[in-house]
């Protein structure tokens, strides 16, 4: 029955549809949340990580080093347990939205640090003698010009970020893998492993795959596009240097 | 190339009331003891000196000198190790700079540092826009006035990457302009140019010159430091070893650095 030309194995997924697609609303609503703290998170971090204060920095580097250099299925867990022991049950979903943000949000900060420290020194100080302030150097001159650089590796973290919500698993999420495992290891619905994950897989990389490809083509069209202002920058000289001659 | 007519200053921002060598009573810069560590290095080693409103004081000297964390120090890009800095009468600290700066002292660098991701207009309007609290239609007024001082009207809409260092240079002037600040620190602002484009933005510089503005231009164009300057300062090693005229530079200097330095220079 678990084979996958069982045709009454491929019926079952299909008599279940609602639980595949439950899983699937759970996951997308976790990743989403999940996606907005991680933005800020990896904004704020990766802005205290480019200031000129010494702490700031530290502080930034501590969370980001913390959170990468642990599992984050661990970090789930110690959100969950420690929380529902001290006896602050957030639930599982809110738990899921909080330990991924945390999680992806020092990827993020990361991102945005390296978008940063891609413009040249020379913006910001074009900005400070301007007498921008340290924000509205950041929001008018900056991030403007990092955002380029940040949208296609942000997206990929993205993309993992929703196929880490499979992590929610370990403390008896909703989302799709979950629901895919309780599927086809329950007892009135077992058995159905081959089409489950199929379908399960095929739902994430519907939701995945568009994210990708518009990153990397985000990626190649920044590239194409430096490359053309190179040269569009040697005909002005050339043109300017003829017309004053 | 052609430049406009019109007055440099207009709405009646700054008033060009200086006679011909009275510049104005007003001390606009004045550096006391400043010093400045990078590290163990004393890049500036007691720094003194007062630039009074409307002067074009030029600074020379050899690479490595200090002549630009002079300048920086001026506008707090760089923060003296200690020392004061006061910018028309009041002293400039890490807490008013944002503000100081902002309605006092504009710069114009080597690089030109215009802001790649906006159009020369939006450049020149961002400014007055967002810290000058200028309505849309009175910054770009303004920017088109610059504009066509620098000689450069028809770029408004170009992407600053699509223009030669030269006119890059001269956008930047005119973005100086726009904040309508009474001083303006140059560094070395020719000296990425390719030789065929320098004319161009010390033309402009020259008639910057004629109107009222504090100008405090590193340079190692000595035609334009002979032909502008009021008072020309040379330093070496983190000071300041002589000042004084252009005649008096150019024709007997008393320092023997200052002799090598400039038969170098002259000769090259
Ligand atoms: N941010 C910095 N960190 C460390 N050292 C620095 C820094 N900025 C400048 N220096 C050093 O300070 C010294 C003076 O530099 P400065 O740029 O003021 O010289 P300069 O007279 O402008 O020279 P140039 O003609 O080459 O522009 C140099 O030895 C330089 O290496
Ligand atoms: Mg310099």
């Known amino acids: 029955m678990s084979g996958i030309f069982s045709l009454r194995a491929w019926e079952k997924v299909w008599l279940y549809r609602g639980t595949f697609l439950l899983g699937l609303f759970n996951t997308v609503r976790t990743a989403v949340f999940a996606i907005l703290l991680a933005l800020a998170l990896g904004i704020l971090f990766g802005l205290m990580a480019t200031s000129g204060k010494r702490a700031l920095r530290a502080v930034s580097r501590v969370y980001v080093e913390l959170i990468q250099n642990t599992p984050v299925l661990l970090q789930t867990c110690f959100l969950y347990y420690a929380l529902a022991f001290s006896g602050h049950s957030i639930g599982i979903i809110t738990t899921g939205i909080l330990a991924l943000g945390i999680y992806t949000g020092a990827y993020m900060a990361e991102v945005v640090r390296?978008?940063?420290?891609?413009?040249?020194?020379?913006?910001?100080?074009?900005?400070?003698s301007q007498g921008f302030s340290y924000l509205e150097k950041m929001y008018y001159i900056i991030l403007p010009q990092s955002i380029k650089i940040m949208l296609p590796p942000m997206v990929n973290q993205v993309v993992n970020l929703i196929k880490n919500t499979s992590c929610l698993y370990i403390i008896g999420g909703a989302d799709l893998i979950s629901l895919t495992y309780s599927f086809v290891t329950g007892e009135n619905t077992g058995g159905a492993y081959a089409p489950a994950y199929l379908i399960s897989g095929l739902?994430?990389?519907?939701?995945?795959?568009?994210?990708?490809?518009?990153?990397?083509?985000?990626?190649?069209?920044?590239?194409?596009?430096?490359?053309?202002?190179v040269f569009a920058r040697k005909n002005a000289g050339g043109k300017e240097a003829m017309a004053d001659e | 190339m052609r430049y406009s007519e019109a007055p440099i200053f207009f709405h009646g921002a700054l008033q060009c009331a200086a006679s011909v060598q009275g510049k104005g009573l007003a001390i606009m810069i004045k550096m006391e003891n400043v010093c400045k560590n990078f590290g163990d290095l004393e890049v500036l080693k007691n720094v003194n000196l007062e630039v009074r409103e409307g002067e074009k004081l030029v600074i020379i000297g050899p690479s490595g000198s200090g002549k630009s964390t002079t300048v920086r120090c001026m506008n707090f890009l760089e923060e003296p190790t200690s020392g004061h800095v006061y910018i028309d009468g009041q002293e400039l600290t890490a807490k008013n700079r944002t503000k100081l700066v902002r309605e006092s002292i504009s710069m114009v660098f080597q690089q030109f540092n215009l802001y790649p991701h906006m159009t020369?207009?939006?450049?020149?309007?961002?400014?007055?826009?967002?810290?000058?609290?200028?309505?849309?239609?009175?910054?770009?007024?303004?920017?088109?006035?610059?504009?066509?001082?620098?000689?450069?009207?028809?770029?408004?809409?170009?992407y600053p990457t699509m223009l030669s260092g030269g006119q890059q240079q001269r956008i930047a002037i005119a973005r100086a302009l726009c904040s309508q600040t009474k001083i303006i620190l140059f560094d070395e602002p020719t000296s990425a140019l390719d030789p065929e484009t320098i004319q161009e933005v010390?033309?402009?510089?020259i008639r910057l010159a004629k109107e009222n503005i504090t100008m405090v231009v590193v340079t190692h164009e000595m035609g334009f430091a002979r032909q502008v300057a009021d008072r020309v300062v040379f330093m070496a090693d983190g000071q300041i070893l002589e000042e004084g005229t252009p005649d008096h530079f150019f024709t007997n200097p008393e320092n023997e650095r200052v002799r090598q330095f400039l038969g170098k220079i002259i000769r090259s």
């Open chain 1, 203 to 229: 739902l994430f990389f519907v939701i995945c795959f568009p994210l990708s490809k518009t990153a990397s083509s985000w990626e190649t069209a920044l590239k194409r596009r430096e490359q053309r202002q």
């Open chain 1, 114 to 128: 390296a978008g940063i420290e891609a413009v040249p020194k020379g913006q910001f100080e074009a900005a400070q």
């Open chain 2, 120 to 158: 020369v207009l939006r450049n020149l309007t961002i400014a007055p826009v967002k810290l000058h609290h200028k309505s849309k239609k009175e910054a770009e007024e303004l920017a088109y006035h610059y504009l066509d001082v620098v000689g450069l009207r028809d770029k408004a809409h170009a």
């Open chain 2, 202 to 205: 010390l033309d402009v510089m």
